[in-house]
C-alpha cells in the first residue's frame, strides 16, 4: 500500500519560511492535496491537485511536488498558520485515499 | 454554501455498532461529488474510512473494509457509515467530507467538511 512520510513536527520563527514535506514513491507523479487543521477545529483544504489554492488562502502558501518529495511552503510565517498540516493522494493502485501522517507547525 | 453536520451516539460499547450520519444543507448531495467519511483518533492523524458517490458507488479502506458499510438517502439528503463490532481502537473525531473527482473520476480531495463529532467506545 501508499505511504506518505511527513515529519512530525515543524517549527519556525515568526516572519520566517516553514517548509513541510510530503515523501511518497514517485509522489510527483499524483495530484497531492494538502489541509490545514487548527486546534478544535475541521481541516481546510489549502491546496488541492497540487497548485490549485481556494480562495481565501494566502498567496503566502505555495507548493510544489517533484520526484519523491512533495512540498508546502509558508513564506511570512504568522502566529495564526499554527496547525497541523496533512498532505493526501488518491492511492489508484489500491482505490484507497492516504494521508500522511500529519506536521505539527509550530511558531516559535 | 455547503454545510455538513454529523450525528449519532457519542458512546457507543464494545462489540456493538458505530452508526453516524452525516446531513447536507445549502446544497444537493445528487451532484457529481463522492462524500467521505474521515476519523482521527486520539493523539493521532487522520485516517479515511470510505466514501461514496450519490449513485451509491462506494470506496473503502481495506483495513476497515469488513466493518465498515456507508449508505446514501438522497430523498433525506443525508448519508451514514455503519462501524461494526467496535473496539476502544475506533474511539475517534469522526468528520464526513464532500470529495470532489479527481482523474479518471475517482475520489480526489474533501471539501468542505463537517465540524466532526466525538465518539468513545466504552462499556
Known amino acids: 500500500s501508499f505511504v506518505l512520510t511527513q515529519p512530525p513536527s515543524v517549527s519556525v520563527a515568526p516572519g520566517k519560511t516553514a517548509r513541510i514535506t510530503c515523501g511518497g514513491s514517485n509522489i510527483g507523479g499524483k495530484s497531492v492535496h494538502w489541509y490545514q487543521r487548527k486546534s478544535g477545529q475541521a481541516p481546510v483544504v489549502v491546496f488541492y491537485?497540487?497548485?490549485d489554492r481556494p480562495s481565501g488562502i494566502p498567496e503566502r502558501f505555495s507548493v510544489s511536488n517533484s520526484g519523491n518529495t512533495a512540498t508546502l511552503t509558508i513564506s511570512r510565517v504568522e502566529a495564526g498558520d499554527e496547525a497541523d498540516f496533512y498532505c493526501?493522494?488518491?492511492?489508484?493502485?489500491?482505490?484507497?485515499?492516504?494521508f500522511g501522517g500529519g506536521t505539527k507547525l509550530t511558531v516559535l | 454554501q455547503l454545510h455538513l453536520q454529523e450525528s449519532g451516539p457519542g458512546l457507543v460499547k464494545p462489540s456493538e455498532t458505530l452508526s453516524l450520519t452525516c446531513t447536507v444543507s445549502g446544497g444537493s448531495i445528487l451532484t457529481p461529488y463522492y462524500w467521505g467519511w474521515i476519523r482521527q483518533p486520539p493523539g493521532k492523524g487522520l485516517e479515511w474510512i470510505g466514501s461514496i458517490y450519490y449513485s451509491g458507488i462506494t470506496y473503502y479502506n481495506q483495513s476497515l473494509k469488513s466493518r465498515v458499510t456507508i449508505s446514501v438517502d438522497t430523498s433525506k439528503m443525508h448519508f451514514s457509515v455503519n462501524l461494526r463490532s467496535v473496539t476502544a481502537a475506533d474511539t475517534a473525531i469522526y468528520y464526513c467530507?464532500?470529495?470532489?473527482?479527481?482523474?479518471?473520476?475517482?475520489?480526489?480531495?474533501?471539501?468542505?467538511w463537517g465540524q466532526g463529532i466525538v465518539v468513545t467506545v466504552s462499556s
Open positions: 467530507a464532500r470529495q470532489h473527482q479527481g482523474v479518471a473520476a475517482r475520489p480526489s480531495w474533501f471539501d468542505p
Open positions: 491537485s497540487d497548485p
Open positions: 493526501q493522494v488518491w492511492d489508484s493502485g489500491d482505490d484507497n485515499v492516504v
